[in-house]
């Protein structure tokens, strides 16, 4: 329920009734909502899940726990937590559950419990003129239903017209090949074409793509490049063996010959152009012979060290540049196929009218971002006093962004209640981040924000934590117990900031629910040893 600390995070582990304690929570605040104001309260409670059928699952819920609580009943617990955590007594919380539900039941479409996606979809409809969308435009979900179309318009375009864009798809199909992958260009060309939905790359993506003909073109400049440094190279090479000979250097005169060695023999082979790490180190450490060599040596190698240094950092700039040319050669005929494939993808969308989520998200941060929210609540026709956010986990930069201008506007008087569990992040290929889990109340890459430190500074001074038991209501101990293990050795092998995943993760086993249920069972459960030895298999693995 609301307090001074209205920005609650529930980072609890797999199995301890987070969704259950959300559903709770709209129901406390519909019922404490009703009894101050109205028994239509409930429509200013948002509670965002990441899939249709969760949505759905708590919509069940939360109907469900409204029906027993009107008869009295205390079904999972539900009205001794209401008892505890709201004002209400427990005739208050029976007539007004029944109320509620009554009002939800006839008002259905009024219950603000939905998927993220269709929150922002809703977002961009009232935004459509700003972002330069037609206002019937259909939101796409599956990517493939993009994507397949486009890649056989492609292919069709290549058996017609030939030139430029055949040679950048054969090339395309051969690189794919060479790099041991597939040699199915139309597979390829749909694995290729999800980068053009990734949220992290769309930044990087420009809308102003250069064409195949323009990229052909690149690549002949960089092609009379590469062969310009290789030949500058071996004359570089040519210009050190005449410098060793004018000055009677050999390749005892230095440590093991290396240095010797590789500007007199490995710079015919390109394979060989950059230095050994000891010829490096011994350069950074200034060891150039051994201790033992004859003074004459020694001398000879002093007196022209600071020549010898000049050699090395003239070649390692001339590989510098042979490695970024080459870089962009070997990878030309990959831009010109996807700046082909964003063409026709821009083309597709257009013809369909239709749009995809996570070019949503980017269009909409774009504008979202810089608006008040009265702004925000004003176009999209409702306001919202409380915010509920499951697996949070999966929620990626972008979405968590959007709803930035709302959330630390409504925590002053309102609030909200996020749960998740960074153990469970799935989503990355989504965008979902988990490190934005970890690091809240900060904003994890939010430098581009206009408001980030107004936004930060209100999240903080909100920011409460709600740790409970981590009771697991649904494995039994043996499971429990090998999951407890495992997390905490896992942890010692990720990088420090990523180990706070797995803070106070483990979990204990709640008696009088955890029956009922169908688990694994390990063999063997009682010897520690056993399960020591398949944990640490299992990391080893990882």
């Not at 962009?328 to 995809?356: D, G």
């Not at 569990?421 to 889990?437: A, H, P, T």
């Not at 997390?487 to 993760?505: A, R, S």
Request: proline content about 2%; hydrophobic content about 35%; glycine content about 4%.
């Amino acid at each position: 329920m609301p307090n001074h600390k209205n920005f609650i995070v529930n980072r609890s582990s797999a199995g301890s009734g987070k969704t259950y304690t959300l559903s709770l929570n709209f129901i406390a605040l519909a019922l404490v909502g009703a009894s101050k104001f109205s028994v239509y309260y409930y429509r200013s409670i948002l509670a965002i899940t990441f899939t249709n059928k969760a949505a759905a699952e708590m919509k069940e819920r939360v109907l469900e726990y409204l029906e027993v609580l009107s008869e009295g009943k205390n079904e999972d617990g539900v009205l001794t937590w209401l008892k505890s955590n709201t004002p209400l007594s427990e005739i208050e919380i029976i007539k007004y559950a029944g109320d509620v539900k009554s009002s939800i039941i006839h008002n259905y479409a009024d219950l603000r419990i939905s998927t993220i996606d269709k929150f922002t979809y809703n977002i961009v409809r009232t935004f459509s003129s700003d972002l330069g969308l037609s206002h019937n435009f259909e939101l796409e979900m599956d990517n493939n239903k993009i994507i397949q179309p486009v890649v056989s318009s492609l292919l069709a375009k290549m058996s017609k017209k030939g030139g430029d864009l055949s040679e950048a798809l054969v090339n395309f199909a051969l690189q794919k090949a060479e790099d041991g992958k597939s040699t199915n260009i139309e597979t390829d060309l749909e694995d290729f074409s999800r980068n053009l939905f990734n949220e992290d790359a769309i930044p990087f993506i420009s809308s102003n793509s250069i064409s195949v003909s323009d990229c052909m073109k690149v690549k002949d400049n960089l092609l009379k490049q590469r062969k310009k440094i290789i030949s500058d190279i071996q004359s570089h090479s040519d210009l050190i063996s005449k410098y060793f000979v004018a000055f009677s250097f050999t390749k005892d005169h230095f440590i093991r010959g290396s240095f010797f060695n590789h500007f007199t023999k490995n710079l015919s082979d390109e394979s060989k152009w950059n230095p050994t790490s000891s010829v490096i180190r011994n350069i950074e450490e200034d060891v150039w012979y051994a201790k033992t060599k004859p003074d004459d040596i020694k001398d000879l190698v002093d007196l022209h060290k600071s020549k010898l240094i000049s050699f090395y950092e003239d070649l390692m700039k001339l590989i510098s540049e042979y490695n970024t040319v080459n870089s962009l050669f070997t990878n030309i005929y990959s831009i010109a196929v996807l700046n082909k494939l964003m063409e026709e993808v821009n083309l597709y969308k257009k013809e369909q009218n239709i749009e995809q989520i996570s070019v949503f998200n980017k269009k909409i941060n774009d504008v979202i971002v810089k608006q008040p929210s009265n702004f925000i609540y004003e176009r999209i026709g409702e306001r919202y006093n409380h915010f509920l956010i499951d697996e949070f986990q999966d929620t990626s930069l972008l979405q968590w962004q959007n709803l930035m201008p709302l959330i630390t506007d409504v925590v002053d008087t309102g609030s909200c209640f996020i749960v998740g569990d960074g153990k469970q992040s799935i989503y990355r290929w989504r965008g979902g981040e988990v490190e934005q889990f970890i690091k809240i109340p900060k904003i994890f890459k939010g430098d581009n924000l206009p408001e980030k430190i107004a936004w930060e500074q209100k999240l903080s001074q909100h920011y409460i934590e709600d740790k409970g038991e981590n009771n697991n209501y649904r494995s039994r101990k043996n499971i429990i117990d090998f999951n407890n293990k495992f997390f905490n050795l896992l942890k010692g092998q990720l990088d420090p900031d990523l180990q706070k995943i797995y803070t106070d993760c483990a979990q204990n086993m709640d008696v009088a629910k955890a029956g009922g249920y169908v688990h694994l069972e390990l063999v063997n459960d009682e010897e520690d040893g056993f399960k020591e030895n398949v944990i640490n298999k299992m990391i080893a693995e990882i």
